[in-house]
C-alpha cells in the first residue's frame, strides 16, 4: 500500500523558513516526478514544485521560484521543501504528491496523496 506522509509544517514569522518533508512507503516511485501543492482557506489547491525521481529535473510556480527548493533523497524515499522568506499568503495546508508520469502541474495527473502539512507564517 502506497503512502505519503508530510511534516515539517508549523507557525513562523513573515522571513522565516521552514523545511517540509514527505516520506513515501510502499513504493519508490522510480521515473516518476512527485511534487508539493498547497490550498489556502477558500481557494482552489495550487502547484508548488515537482521533482522527478532522478532528482535533475525540477519545476516551480512562479511565486516559488527564488525562494522554494524541492530536492530529494531517494536513499531515504523521501522529498524535501526548503522555503525560504516566507510570507503570510504563503499560509496553507501544504500536500505531497506522488506519481506523475510527466512534468505536470495539475493535480489529477498525480496518483497519490499525503494528508497535508499546515504552514501558517505571521505577520
Known amino acids: 500500500q502506497v503512502q505519503l506522509v508530510e511534516s515539517g509544517g508549523g507557525l513562523v514569522q513573515a522571513g522565516g523558513s521552514l523545511r517540509l518533508s514527505c516520506a513515501a512507503s510502499?513504493?519508490?516511485?522510480?521515473?516518476?516526478?512527485t511534487g508539493w501543492f498547497r490550498q489556502a482557506p477558500g481557494k482552489e489547491r495550487e502547484f508548488v514544485a515537482t521533482?522527478?525521481?532522478?532528482?535533475?529535473?525540477?519545476y516551480y510556480a512562479d511565486f516559488a521560484k527564488g525562494r522554494f527548493t524541492i530536492s530529494r533523497d531517494n536513499a531515504k524515499n523521501t522529498v524535501y521543501l526548503q522555503m525560504n522568506s516566507l510570507k503570510p499568503e504563503d499560509t496553507a495546508v501544504y500536500y505531497c504528491a506522488a506519481g506523475a508520469t510527466r512534468l505536470v502541474v495539475t493535480t489529477l495527473d498525480y496518483s497519490y496523496w499525503g494528508p497535508g502539512t499546515q504552514v501558517t507564517v505571521s505577520s
Open positions: 521533482i522527478h525521481w532522478s532528482g535533475g529535473i525540477t
Open positions: 510502499g513504493s519508490t516511485f522510480s521515473g516518476y516526478y
